[in-house]
T-cell receptor, first 116, second 109 residues
């Protein structure tokens, strides 16, 4: 099946710094990628839809200036958590859509962010 | 608004017993329903989707529009089925998925 990678898998940063997370579709092109956030023992919450070549679409309650998304190519989307604070600590997961008749979302392994 | 409800946080069965993970949804249109599975220390992966009407790893799920349910079933659970299971809904025409809170299935030997 299709593979989606995320980098880094884990990051620890100081409060006030910015962190960039990369999401790549390794063997397919994805015009649409998604960014989710998952709190401990809770479900995935969609943060935003990342569209190649256009602005991301953010879900209600998600600050677009806080979580910057760039979908620069058909295989790469980045999420930058700007001026991170301890409450931003979470598990961030991306997914990419294969498109086509049997459209399927493939998920990355996730990135654990800890803001001190 | 669309919503997916998985009423059981935890479900524990013995090997060889039948298992049913419940999923109910609320959506006024024609949804597409999925089950995703996450094994320990692995990424989320698609288990099955209702439009395919297929059986994966012995699991089946039938969309019941009258009861707005999409329960996941397996007649004989195996220890390797132990995982987190998420039911998800995709509203027609959109690529966005709405997830339930998940059910942790434990199959005991």
């Amino acid at each position: 099946g299709a593979v989606v990678s995320q980098h880094p898998s884990r990051v620890i940063c100081k409060s006030g710094t910015s962190v960039k997370i990369e999401c790549r579709s390794l063997d397919f092109q994805a015009t649409t990628m998604f960014w989710y956030r998952q709190f401990p023992k809770q479900s995935l919450m969609l943060m935003a839809t990342s569209n190649e070549g256009s602005k991301a679409t953010y879900e209600q309650g998600v600050e677009k200036d806080k979580f910057l998304i760039n979908h620069a190519s058909l295989t790469l989307s980045t999420l930058t958590v700007t001026s991170a604070h301890p409450e931003d600590s979470s598990f961030y997961i991306c997914s990419a859509n294969t498109g086509g008749d049997q459209e399927t979302q493939y998920f990355g392994p996730g990135t654990r962010l800890l803001v001190l | 608004a669309q919503r997916v409800t998985q009423p059981e946080k935890l479900l524990s069965v013995f090997k060889g017993a039948p298992v049913e993970l419940k999923c109910n949804y609320s959506y006024s249109g024609s949804p597409e329903l999925f089950w995703y599975v996450q094994y320990s220390r692995q990424r989320l992966q698609l288990l099955l989707r209702h439009i395919s009407r297929e059986s994966i790893k012995g699991f089946t799920a039938d969309l019941n529009k009258g009861e707005t349910s999409f329960h996941l079933k397996k007649p004989f659970a195996q220890e390797e089925d132990s995982a987190m299971y998420y039911c998800a809904l995709n509203q027609g025409g959109s690529e966005k998925l709405v997830f339930g809170k998940g059910t942790k299935l434990t199959v005991n030997p």
